[in-house]
């Protein structure tokens, strides 16, 4: 087995976490060895005795060998690959494996743009967006979002309309669809551009996801645009996470009185760059002479 085949394998085992994962991967890569024997992955992955009970339950089991089989199929790439996007590489918590599909050069696109925003959206933002994005064509920049409702649907939306690359980094497997509604435009994204998921096949939407999801949009921007957000929004949190990252923040300004428009103002108050045209993006991804 190789190094990489043992990362996914433990990737889709019960019992892991991201921090156990890690340090075995780590061991076994300073060492240069691969190690598959149960005691002596639980020894470096130092688990706890419910971790590792549940880890060596599944770890040589039937179960876990179709999981494997059913997502070794799938187009991936690993914390340990040579086109892993270095810009996630230096993120917080960077994910250790990703399921692809599409077209896998988007990847490791320098100019990333996060689009994000509120899933109640309103006229005006849906116009900002509709605005904004169609000259993006020109820079080569690509669209990233985690197609939700709202505003991150009508960033992709608009995305394939003009022909501006968009990634799509998803909180459930790729064979499923959050919110059901929105399987269509899912597909779309996946032929034209790519989906991006750290969850195997039949992986359903949970809370826990969410979160997680918006860390890899975060780590893989070189900016992130803020179109329309409430005072206390998963929005602002992400926000929060590409600043933490040193990613440029940018906000479209708003009515003062308008609850969409709070989240936005308050980012611009704090620091965030307001946008009021597309040169303000675009900008933001030309080279400092």
Known sequence: ????????????????????????????????????????????????????????????????????????????????????????????????????????????????????????????????????????????????SGLAAGVERAAHTTAIACGLPTVAVLATGLDRAYPPQHRGLQRRVGQVGLLISEYPLGTPARPSQFPARNRIIAGLCQTLLVVAARARSASLMMANLALQANRNVLAIPGPIDAELAVGCNQLIVAGAKPVLNSAHIIEEFLPII
Do not use: K
């Open 1 to 144: 087995m190789q190094l990489r085949q043992l990362l996914i394998r433990l990737h889709l085992a019960q019992g892991q976490t991201y921090q156990t994962i890690a340090r075995i991967i780590r061991a076994c890569h300073q060492n240069q060895t691969v190690v598959t024997d149960l005691n002596r992955l639980c020894e470096l992955g130092q688990l706890t005795a419910p971790q590792a009970q549940a880890f060596g339950r599944d770890w040589e089991s039937a179960a876990l060998e179709r999981r494997y089989q059913l997502n070794a199929h799938l187009d991936s790439v690993t914390i340990l690959d040579a086109d892993y996007p270095i810009a996630l590489l230096e993120s917080y918590q960077p994910p250790l494996v990703l399921f692809l599909r599409g077209h896998r050069n988007l990847l490791t696109s320098p100019r990333q743009l996060a689009v994000v925003g509120t899933r109640q959206t309103d006229a005006y933002a849906e116009q900002c967006i509709r605005q904004l994005l169609p000259p993006l064509t020109t820079a080569q920049v690509v669209l990233v």
